[in-house]
């Protein structure tokens, strides 16, 4: 618990933050979330196009769960390993990008496929039917209503990005994890303690955002869930229905 209190202590201190002999913890936290924003940007330019295909289709569904899992199965350190031993990319911040936005692919295109197949098959027909064009069927009805299930996918390829950066530092690359490191390398695990909460700490500020945004993305009228409600009947009956079910 004392070096818990330790560890905070020195995350607060003002003389971490700046650059001194090596990068401070500002520099760092800037260098994790430009490695993380672009791993997620890439990540998205391949996944949003293929969830909405899958999903506005159903064609090639096994075909992207088979390649999800396998990609979800990869080592982390090993793939980003292997990417910067064997390959020299050119900006050389690409380098522990591509990874990353490999590992980030599988949740965000489960998140956009699985958002477009939740929308009733019904409420498409219907669309259609009032002459809504393919284009106007996916951005007027299927994406706002499989909306929060995108936001979750989005939510998840964040989460799993920004943390894993840290391993970036393995490679000399500007993280968070340089503060992690150091501690184990200088006796000082204090310092390991501050770098790992401000890593736990980014996660669950952007972990409560997206959050909220998932609560706010929700239509009105459509199911939060399995959950039932109680009305009642016309002849005085109780009855309980799926929340979001119409009763006749």
Same mark, same amino acid.
């Given at each position: 618990?004392?070096?818990?209190? +330790?560890?905070?202590?020195?995350?607060?201190?003002? %003389?971490?933050?700046?650059?001194?002999?090596?990068?401070?913890?500002?520099?760092?936290?800037?260098? +994790?979330?430009?490695?993380?924003?672009?791993?997620?940007? #890439?990540?998205?330019?391949?996944?949003?196009?293929?969830?909405?295909? #899958?999903?506005?289709?159903?064609?090639? %569904?096994?075909?992207?769960?088979?390649?999800?899992? @396998?990609?979800?199965?990869?080592?982390?350190?090993?793939?980003?390993?292997?990417?910067?031993?064997?390959?020299? $990319?050119?900006?050389?911040?690409? @380098?522990?990008?591509?990874?990353?936005?490999?590992?980030?692919?599988?949740?965000?295109?489960?998140?956009?496929?699985?958002?477009?197949?939740?929308?009733?098959? +019904?409420?498409?027909?219907?669309? %259609?039917?009032?002459?809504?064009?393919?284009?106007?069927?996916? @951005?007027?009805?299927?994406?706002? $209503?499989?909306?929060?299930?995108?936001?979750?996918?989005? %939510?998840?390829?964040?989460?799993? #990005?920004?943390?894993?950066?840290?391993?970036?530092?393995?490679?000399?690359?500007?993280?968070?994890?340089?503060?992690?490191?150091?501690?184990?390398?200088?006796?000082?695990?204090?310092?390991?303690?501050?770098?790992?909460?401000?890593?736990?700490?980014?996660?669950?500020?952007?972990?409560?955002?997206?959050?909220?945004? +998932?609560?706010?993305?929700?239509?009105?009228?459509?199911?939060?869930?399995?959950?039932?409600?109680?009305?009642?009947?016309?002849?005085?009956?109780? @009855?309980?229905?799926?929340?979001?079910?119409?009763?006749?």
């Amino acid at each position: 618990m004392n070096l818990l209190l +330790q560890g905070i202590a020195w995350l607060l201190d003002g %003389r971490n933050w700046a650059d001194t002999e090596s990068p401070g913890l500002g520099s760092q936290l800037l260098g +994790q979330l430009g490695i993380a924003s672009a791993s997620v940007l #890439i990540a998205a330019v391949v996944a949003v196009p293929l969830g909405v295909l #899958i999903g506005h289709t159903g064609r090639g %569904r096994l075909v992207a769960i088979l390649a999800s899992n @396998t990609a979800r199965a990869l080592p982390t350190l090993g793939l980003l390993s292997a990417v910067v031993v064997v390959l020299t $990319l050119q900006p050389d911040w690409l @380098t522990p990008v591509l990874p990353l936005a490999i590992l980030g692919i599988p949740p965000l295109l489960a998140g956009v496929y699985s958002g477009f197949e939740s929308v009733d098959r +019904q409420t498409i027909d219907a669309a %259609r039917a009032m002459g809504m064009t393919e284009w106007q069927v996916i @951005t007027r009805v299927e994406a706002p $209503l499989g909306l929060p299930l995108i936001l979750g996918g989005l %939510r998840a390829t964040v989460l799993q #990005i920004v943390a894993t950066a840290t391993l970036a530092s393995f490679f000399g690359y500007t993280t968070v994890g340089l503060a992690v490191l150091a501690g184990p390398a200088s006796n000082d695990y204090v310092q390991m303690i501050g770098g790992s909460l401000l890593v736990t700490a980014l996660a669950l500020v952007l972990d409560g955002g997206f959050a909220l945004l +998932q609560r706010l993305s929700e239509p009105r009228g459509v199911s939060r869930g399995p959950r039932s409600r109680t009305t009642t009947a016309r002849g005085g009956g109780v @009855t309980t229905t799926p929340a979001g079910t119409p009763v006749n």
